[in-house]
Nanobody, 117 residues
Framework: QVQLVESGGGLVQPGESLTLSCAAS????????MSWYRQAPGKERELVAG????????NYADSVKGRFTISRDNAKNAVYLEMHSLKPEDTAVYYC??????????WGQGTQVTVSS
């Protein structure tokens, strides 16, 4: 079965960096686009970044452009989110997501990122 497992979250100070990882299994990883979402307390889940199956195309939320980078390693079945110049408003639970060819949406369990001094 499809499994997405995020890791790498934690508590950092404003301006610091963090890299999240998402380990995927149970499907042909290299055939599917992947994305990162986040959900802050009291807010809706929002798209942070997406990457195409081969990694050629990437898109970002305006709020993270220039600070975050999404990448993937199809040999390792993993997708990453490098986050730099973190701000308190980046505090959220970050989720990895993929969508099957049949339209089923799969989410990981999430990893907490807290940016605070």
């Amino acid at each position: 079965q499809v499994q997405l497992v995020e890791s790498g979250g934690g508590l950092v100070q404003p301006g610091e960096s963090l890299t999240l990882s998402c380990a995927a299994s149970g499907f042909t990883f290299s055939s599917y686009a992947m994305s990162w979402y986040r959900q802050a307390p009291g807010k809706e889940r929002e798209l942070v970044a997406g990457i195409s199956s081969a990694g050629r195309y990437r898109n970002y939320a305006d709020s993270v452009k220039g600070r975050f980078t999404i990448s993937r390693d199809n040999a390792k079945n993993a997708v990453y989110l490098e986050m730099h110049s973190l701000k308190p408003e980046d505090t959220a639970v970050y989720y990895c997501k993929t969508v099957s060819s049949g339209g089923t949406i799969y989410w990981g369990q999430g990893t907490q990122v807290t940016v605070s001094s």
